[in-house]
């Protein structure tokens, strides 16, 4: 009986020992980066490892930002911050020629380590491709295929690897990166940035700006690794495997600036038009107090009921209060209650307290808000001068 279950342990032990190839002292693992693409979602760019060794005639790309649109609702659990992306391990030459035919220039940074920690990482990338292994649960700042390069490669050295910052001149944040990607997408920009609460507007260290693919090459470019009590360089060879003409170009005609300061200028028309008439135009209330009044509602949700990390403590609900959306449809009457004026008093308050949080960076806003804000703070000081007390009540 002892004897089987010591032979049942050494068949595990060397099952388990065969389960990846050893790699040879040829052998290489590197970072690669691509450049970013026109589409939205290819603008912050990518990553990806690469693993190759010329004597086992291996040459592999682990891919970490793969994911299944067909899923069963895919969108919605997008959506809620519950999509899982899985890591897909593919010849690299596959990977490499499908970038190349999107026109998208493509980095590689080849890794200065010791056949141990090339073995090691293998290892980790094999086992993470297993079909038991092989999803996780994606988020856009912390968890995506940018922190993969980061992470596991932390993994196995440890403190050893060293990621100095030297690269990064001055405070930058996350809410910076962002912008900085999706400028030629101003409207998807505007969403992102009224998306997202105030966490991403605190000093970043270098690790954290991580998240995104040429953060990586810089960081890893300046990185290094601790051996024997001397700094190596952690980047042996950098390798422009493909170049591009690519250059990113603002696609929208409108942009949102513009087209908000156009809506504002004509909502202060026709508020300025109810002054002089003594007048009130209840279409221009209910338009205002239901679309700020649905986006605060969409806002507590994706702060409340999602599992996204970023979108708490969101301070855009000081112009986009959810109580609005109740409110638009009490300005239809003719004869508001009383008690509305003092809401609205309330509500240029909290416009105030968001020029404040503005103005001490405790939250960032867009600048295509400005006119919004002005509009906003126009109409509602209106309303509470004239416009829901001593004015003629306008039919709709």
Known sequence: MKLNLVLCGLLVCFSLAAQYPTLSQESEVSLITIGPGPNLVDC???????????????????NYGV???DEDQFIMKFVTGSADYMVDARPFDQFFRSYKAQNR????QVLNLTLEEKQAIFEYLENN??????????????????TKLRDIPKEVLGDKLVFSGAHIKGKVTLRDLVDENAYNHP???LGIDIALGNLIDRESTVEDLMYQPDYVLSAYAHATIEREGQSVPAIKATNELFTSDFHEKPKEVLSPTLTLSVVALIFMIFTVRDYMTKRRSRWIDFVLFFVTGLVGLMLVLLWVATHHTTTVNNLNILWAFAPNLVVAFLLLKAKPKPWLMVYVRFLVILLIAMTMVWITRLQVYNTAMIPLVLMLGFR?????QKGLGGTRKRAF
């Open 44 to 62: 912050f760019g990518h990553s990806a490892f690469r693993v190759q060794d010329p004597a086992l005639n291996m040459d592999r790309a682990y």
């Open 105 to 108: 220039w493509v980095t590689e």
């Open 129 to 146: 491709s297993l079909p038991q292994n092989k999803y996780y649960r994606y988020d856009q700042f912390y968890d995506n295929c940018a």
């Open 187 to 189: 409207w998807w920009d």
């Open 67 to 69: 994911y299944d649109s």
């Open 380 to 384: 509602y000081v209106f309303l509470w």
